[in-house]
């Protein structure tokens, strides 16, 4: 089995049959080794140091009137104890433990036991959920979150429309011909920096068609022999990331719907030189990327370019 990308794999149990149970729920609040996983302005707890760590919370840290199925999301069971995401809704963080502070976790993932930042990125998955869905997509009433944090229900007895935790499906490609790899870049990014195409699925489009669509309309180039490689969950704010490799049909780039500001063929030897600089560590963009210059030399990439390994879990 290939090794996962970070934020991906069976890092807890989700314990979805628990969600309905409100017995249950009352006794993992009673549990002193439960824990919570705050979230503020979309940032994470992290201790930091030489080797940063996720800060998870006794709930004696959680406000009394937020011990609750309303406040609380159950996120499962993570080695021996249960887990709960709560949102922190202030101005400024609050001090909660010596030596932590919030981050955000799409700067330090890479830093932290893949395990931790799974349950971190899930965390934040869950709140920003929640943040942008507090009314009815139907009626406009607000709703009212059951089943553990994981179903919003509209609070018109009349309406009652459910809504549930949505993801974002969007293709992430390392286009190549053989010897170069096709990266484009966009305006706001630093400077140098290019990656992988990417783009949403629409609807009524299959994975494979969106993957040629987006190449083409981003850089005129077509493609076939499309093939899937891997997915990562992307918590900013709500993306699945299904990553494949695919072979240039043509070679002249045309950048087409003015989303990247460039793009062009790098070879390998550019990419061993720093040429040019590289998505982060954490991103499914570098490990495609990774697959393919590993695939056709001599020498890893991580190897020739410094970059630091792919955490493992503790």
Known sequence: MQQRNIFAGPYLDRAAHLRQDPAW???ALADPHSRAVPVWNSRCLIVVGDSPRAAFLE???????????????LLGRFGDADYFAYEIEAADPPPLLDGARFEDLRQIAS???????GVLGYAKAMISWRRRHRFCGNCGAKTLPVKGGHVLVCSDPACR???????DPAIIVLVNDG?????????????????TIAGFVEPGESLEDAVAREVREETGIAVDGIEYHSSQPWPFPASLML????????????????????????????????VPLLPPIQSISYRLIEHWYDAGGNQRLHDVQGAAPWPSSR
């Open 161 to 167: 429309n459910e809504q549930f935790p949505r993801i």
């Open 243 to 274: 990553g494949f490799t695919a072979r240039a049909l043509t070679h002249e780039v045309h950048l087409g719907d003015q989303e990247l500001e460039d793009a062009r063929w790098f070879s390998r030897a550019e990419l061993a030189a720093g």
């Open 25 to 27: 729920f009352a006794a």
């Open 59 to 73: 709930l004696s840290h959680v406000a009394q009137n937020r011990l609750n199925s309303s406040d609380l999301i």
């Open 179 to 195: 010897e170069r790899a096709l990266l484009g870049r966009q305006s706001s990014w630093p400077l140098g920096r290019y990656s």
């Open 111 to 117: 830093l932290l036991p893949a395990d931790e930042a």
